[in-house]
């Protein structure tokens, strides 16, 4: 079990370029969640899988971004037509979605900066 | 919807003395607080989580405190060492698997 991995962990692009994350659950977790971090807060959510489906979307959430997750396994997020302001950490985490002592745990994100 | 927040926002002790994080919730249905330890560059880590059948968690140096009925939930690490120094967050949710909503963090610096 290596964790949660993301990729790339950095990624500069241009303001008005579309951008793609992917995110790799630890196996067999069927929870998979992304959140938003800029500097000195803490992380926003922004969305969330069971599994395929996807089961909340932040109001934060605009429509230039998209996220799936085609086979439950793992997911990539979409940014259409960056913006200055999408400049941020972009975390995914993953649960195995039982009830118990199942925390969430966390990639290294993937870094994004617009110029 | 739920929103957490946390106090105070910048916090330095000198090492072997205690340190103190609260935090506030608004929302009733929240029954899962987890603390998560985030140092610079790196991820968000989980380091104590406490649900709301108990009032009090204890795991070594670290101790967590829930009072359901004021909304309020708070971290004690206690004998700080240098490695202690990082960013924590509160959060909260209505169970471990569902949205996290994290407050907006504590720097802790902890003076050798």
């Known amino acids: 079990d290596t964790g949660v991995s993301q990729d790339p962990r950095h990624k500069i692009t241009k303001r008005g370029q579309n951008v793609t994350f992917r995110c790799d659950p630890i196996?067999?977790?069927?929870?998979l969640y992304w959140y938003r971090q800029t500097l000195g807060q803490g992380p926003e959510f922004l969305t969330y899988f069971q599994n395929e489906a996807q089961l909340e979307k932040s109001r934060l959430l605009s429509d230039r971004f998209s996220a799936e997750r085609p086979k439950g396994s793992f997911s990539t997020l979409e940014i259409q037509r960056t913006e200055q302001g999408d400049s941020a950490m972009y975390l995914c985490a993953s649960s195995s979605g039982h009830p118990g002592d199942q925390p969430q745990h966390f990639g290294d994100g993937t870094r994004l900066s617009i110029l | 919807g739920e929103n957490v927040e946390q106090h105070p926002s910048t916090l330095s002790v000198q090492e072997g003395d205690s340190a103190v994080i609260k935090c506030t919730y608004s929302?009733?249905?929240?029954?899962?607080f987890p603390w998560y330890k985030q140092e610079l560059g790196k991820r968000p880590q989980l380091i104590i989580d406490?649900?709301?059948?108990?009032g009090e968690k204890k795991d070594q140096r670290i101790a967590v405190t829930l009072n359901k009925t004021a909304k309020h939930f708070s971290l004690h690490i206690t004998e700080t060492q240098p490695e202690d120094s990082a960013v924590y967050f509160c959060?909260?949710?209505?169970?471990?698997?569902?949205?996290?909503?994290f407050g907006p963090g504590t720097s802790l610096s902890v003076i050798p």
């Open positions: 929302d009733s249905a929240s029954n899962y």
């Open positions: 959060a909260a949710a209505e169970t471990s698997y569902d949205k996290v909503i």
């Open positions: 196996s067999e977790h069927n929870r």
């Open positions: 406490i649900r709301s059948n108990v």
